[in-house]
């Protein structure tokens, strides 16, 4: 099979279970206990024509099939409605939040990634005590959800020591970069245990590989053993890893977001939960769930390069 | 076809100028001498190798044989310097006079990409899936040597394309991955890829094991083919007794760490002096054996974690008395002529066919 | 037959066994005091969790509030200890609702195979896609904060992890020699499906299952900590974090590092014990 068809037929895949998705992030909506328009004249007592005037505002009078199919469009081109709280466009929201969040998370990843295989690496490489120290230190790290670590580093770090502050997201890229790095720091940590449990595993799997003897035993250097023996051929493992490191982030912004009150997408998220604001709230679910798929796709092209037994699609059956 | 950058220039004769002794065939230098080789794992009551000596003269071929667990892969390794993690070794394995397992990383290293190459039992493991055949062949060479030894890429494909070419593969094979050959063509690759640093002396251990029977064949006729190419000593192991005879000059038995008996292939296996020999050339299907009897070795082979007294064969040994229990026999000249030692208190009792070990 | 060389089993074998480690019988004594406190907390703990005592707030440890008492003047002690029961009470709906489910549809999908099978599977990809916090988000921004509904989205979330394990485990498991032997004799599906099949995968999916119970500890106190789990009176880990979070910002942490504390050992513990269970079943089956 050719490198586009696959792509092709996995992209149409994704777009599939994407369709499914968002039919049960609207249809659980429409569930709700109560109308839609009670909530939005917020237990007011509302004369029939105010009632009659909001249904028709926002369609509640449609049949489900129409509304549904009505809201698909809308946010396929990028309208993702109105929010009830805000009073404003959700896409306008979506947009002023944005930008911070991508930061925190790219933030996150950065540590992530650097800091989780690092740690996997030494720990299978020197093994011994370097390997049980990291490994109680990851033991910890995947205990620790976000906003316990969020709130201990708040505690230690802002409040008791004073170096970051306790809060907020800060104006101009510095500055934000300062603001953001405990937020960061607390969204890594569970991941980065994760990771290097994941990176320690595939690596010592590929240290046993007959391959790895064979390469000593032709006097290739042991650092590059390591590295284009080992710590390549347990690429695969840790890229797999991927789609589900990326969902976490976006999901513990909700967590450090509101722990360190940071104005971004997470905090929207939390806020709009408590308030009832159904269509933030659909929009961040379904971009989120749009973002992990979207993350697993570029997983599932990017493994045949990354290992040539591979064959694509076949990821399950080879794994 | 004959080319002149394969063809090696004659050794000159190694440091110490010890001449093999023990393959009678005067004149030529030692390759391989392993002397008194003793090698302890962490947490074993018995030492793995117990005291190998062993040799192999430039040129020759040598079999190593015995049971699974008995040492032979270890024995092979050692003349790599490859042991496992925690192993106390005692004695000298000499390479060409110098003493492998007193070498530091580098020297090592060297060793390894220049003199003593080895051809691995399972080729589909020992290669890297990732990598693609081309890379295999070339990394030794290319990135393992350093500073005037170091072969630049392209000089290094151009021999990688040569020996592709002397195992019969041709020089599309450079660019696929291992997952795209046969088991008989990545074992090809395996033996064009020890030939890479034209080493002095070759390893195999049980080449063919992982094959099927017609590709084993082939392999062993183009590995013998090599080997008086190129000159090089050739160290075989295998449990495979018919193998071991067909392409050996001279034979080692191994048992339980120890080399039981040793002696040139003919003599061995026409006339074993050893019980353990006989009873392993009686429990082998043959299908010319008088009398189509198979023979099975009563017992298991002792377990790492016991302490042997004696000969480690006794317990299953029909000709075990009281002496074997008790002391450990020494090898000792069994007949006129080659060397052939057998470690055995009672090799004066086998003689003819073996017969009397019949279970 | 004959003892003609096999092929070599290489050294492995000798690896020297590794005793119980140390860490693992810490976790399993921190497993076992936590679901005793949880089950003794009424008479254990010295103070009502809710008696407002204003004067003491945010007082440091001492005789009667050994573990200080938080900014709405309430015992710490005694909140972390009934705290227990919630925090332990929500993960466990989780784990039962999951792992039933859980094996019943893993079970039914590699049993019957088919067209169940693939829709089984589609559904699991579905669910994998949303994260256990988002859908338990979802399912309370409908019907409201409180403890049953993020139990149960979080149970639907962590659902596909059992189902896909019993998946495999049945396969391979129905793949063995007993199973067509069990079947020649004429025994139902069902019965030996109930009789020899989960007895025999049992072990796997509860180790996985107790993995499960401190991640979901982990989802729920996390809703908590939002606001969104337990009604605010109600003393629980997380709620404890949400309500102390004010005082950690005025250089008060206790209150909240203490049900910190209780959450990540709590969680490493069932981790610990679940994985290090995993690996036992896992050698005894190779």
Not at chain 1, 277 to 295: C, G, H, R
Not at chain 2, 63 to 86: D, F, I, M, N, Q
Not at chain 3, 30 to 35: G, K, M, T, W
Not at chain 3, 162 to 183: F, K
């Amino acid at each position: 099979m050719n490198f586009v068809r696959f792509a092709v037929r996995r992209a149409a895949e994704m777009a599939a279970t994407l369709l499914v998705a968002s039919f049960v992030v609207f249809g659980a909506m429409y569930l709700a206990p109560g109308s839609p328009a009670s909530f939005l004249l917020s237990g007011r007592s509302a004369s029939p024509e105010a009632l009659a005037a909001v249904n028709a505002q926002y369609h509640l009078d449609d049949p489900f099939a129409v509304r549904y199919l009505r809201w698909l469009g809308d946010m396929v081109q990028g309208d993702f409605g109105r929010s009830l709280t805000y009073r404003t466009d959700v896409s306008r929201l979506l947009a002023d939040r944005l930008p911070t969040t991508l930061l925190l998370i790219t933030m996150a990843l950065i540590v992530v990634v650097t800091v989780g295989l690092l740690l996997g690496r030494i720990s299978a490489v020197r093994g011994g005590a370097t390997d049980s120290a990291v490994l109680v230190a990851t033991t910890l790290a995947v205990g620790t959800p976000s906003f316990v670590a969020a709130v201990l580093l708040q505690g230690l770090f802002a409040v008791k020591l004073g170096w970051f502050p306790s809060g907020g997201a800060g104006g101009g890229f510095l500055d934000q970069v300062w603001h953001l790095t405990l937020p960061a720091i607390a969204l890594a940590l569970y991941l980065i245990g994760m990771l290097a449990r994941v990176t320690r595993s595939a690596m010592l799997e590929a240290l046993a590989g007959e391959h790895v003897t064979v390469a000593r035993s032709r006097g290739i250097p042991e650092r590059q053993v390591i590295r284009r023996h080992v710590l390549r051929n347990s690429l695969g493992t840790v890229l797999t890893t991927g789609g589900l490191i990326v969902s976490t982030l976006l999901v513990c912004t909700i967590l450090v977001e509101t722990a360190f009150s940071i104005g971004g997408i997470g905090q929207l998220l939390e806020l709009s939960t408590t308030t009832k604001d159904f269509p933030t709230v659909q929009a961040i679910s379904l971009i989120i769930v749009a973002l992990f798929m979207a993350v697993n796709l570029i997983v599932d092209l990017l493994l045949p390069l990354v290992d040539p037994r591979i064959t694509l699609g076949t990821r399950g059956a080879n794994a | 076809m004959t080319r002149g950058p394969m063809t090696r220039p004659p050794r000159p004769a190694s440091a110490n100028g010890s001449t093999a002794s023990a393959n009678g065939s005067t004149g030529s230098t030692t390759t391989l001498d392993v002397r008194g080789l003793r090698v302890t794992l962490p947490g074993t009551a018995r030492p793995v190798l117990d005291g190998i000596d062993l040799t192999v003269g430039s040129g020759e071929t040598v079999a190593l044989v015995g049971e699974s667990g008995s040492g032979k892969t270890l024995t092979s390794r050692s003349a790599l310097g490859l042991l496992p993690p925690g192993a106390t070794t005692e004695g000298t394995v000499l390479v060409e006079g110098h003493d492998v397992l007193a070498m530091d990383a580098d020297r090592l290293r060297a060793l390894r990409t220049d003199t003593v190459a080895m051809i691995f039992q399972d080729p589909r493991a020992a290669l890297n899936p990732l990598r693609r055949i081309g890379d295999f062949l070339t990394e030794s060479v290319c990135s393992a040597r350093t500073g005037d030894r170091a072969m630049g890429r392209s000089a290094a494909t151009a021999r990688a394309v040569e020996l592709l070419d002397a195992v019969g593969l041709d020089d599309s094979a450079l660019k696929k991955y291992p997952s795209q050959v046969s088991g008989g063509m990545l074992q090809r690759v395996m033996i064009a890829a020890a030939l890479m640093g034209d080493p002095a002396l070759l390893l195999a251990d049980e080449p063919t094991t992982a094959l099927d029977v017609t590709t084993q064949a082939e392999v062993i006729a183009l590995l013998a083919r090599l080997r008086e190419r190129f000159g090089t000593g050739l160290l075989f192991v295998t449990h495979d007794l018919d193998l071991a005879a067909a392409i050996s000059d001279r034979v080692y038995v191994m048992y339980a760490g120890r080399i039981v008996e040793t002696g040139p292939a003919e003599t061995l296996f026409a006339r074993p002096r050893h019980p353990y020999t006989a009873a392993l050339l009686a429990s082998t299907p043959r299908l010319t054996t008088p009398g189509g009897r198979l023979a099975a070795i009563p017992g298991q082979p002792p377990d790492l974690r016991t302490p042997v007294t004696g000969c480690a064969f006794a317990a299953r040994c029909p000709l075990a008395t009281e002496v074997c229990d008790e002391h450990a026999p020494a090898p000792l000249q069994v007949s006129e002529g080659p060397v052939h030692l057998a470690a055995c208190h009672h090799s004066d009792r086998l003689v003819g066919e073996g017969s009397a070990v019949d279970a | 037959m004959s003892t003609v060389l096999t092929r070599r089993p290489g050294l492995a074998k000798l690896r020297v066994r590794s005793g119980r480690s140390p860490l693992h019988l810490v976790c399993l004594g921190l497993v076992a005091s936590v679901v005793l406190a949880a089950l003794l907390a009424p008479w254990i703990a010295p103070h009502d969790p809710n008696a407002v005592d204003l004067g003491a707030a945010l007082a440091g440890p001492s005789a009667e509030h050994p573990f200080g008492v938080d900014a709405a003047g309430r015992d710490t002690l005694s909140r972390l200890l009934l705290g227990a029961r919630t925090s332990l009470l929500g993960p466990l709906g989780v784990v039962a609702f999951s792992t039933l489910a859980g094996v019943a549809i893993g079970t039914a999908a590699a049993w019957r195979g088919g067209w169940l099978d693939s829709l089984l599977s589609r559904a699991t990809e579905l669910v994998f896609a949303f994260p256990g916090m988002l859908l338990a988000v979802l399912v309370i921004s409908v019907y409201g904060e409180g403890l049953l509904a993020p139990v149960v989205a979080l149970g639907l979330a962590y659902l596909p992890y059992v189902s896909r394990l019993t998946r495999s485990l049945v396969l391979a498991e129905r793949a063995r020699p007993y199973v067509s032997a069990y079947r020649v004799q004429g025994h139902s599906a069902l019965q030996i499906c109930l009789r020899h099949i989960l007895p025999n995968i049992a072990p796997v999916v509860l180790a996985q299952s107790t993995i499960n119970f401190g991640y979901a500890l982990m989802d729920l106190a996390g809703l908590s900590f939002l606001g969104l789990g337990v009604p605010p009176l109600t003393p629980d880990w997380g709620r404890m974090v949400f309500d102390g979070q004010t005082a950690v910002q005025h250089g008060y942490p206790l209150s909240a590092i203490l049900p910190c504390l209780f959450v990540v050992l709590t969680v490493v513990a069932f981790n610990v014990v679940g994985e290090r269970w995993a690996d036992r079943v896992a050698r005894r089956d190779r």
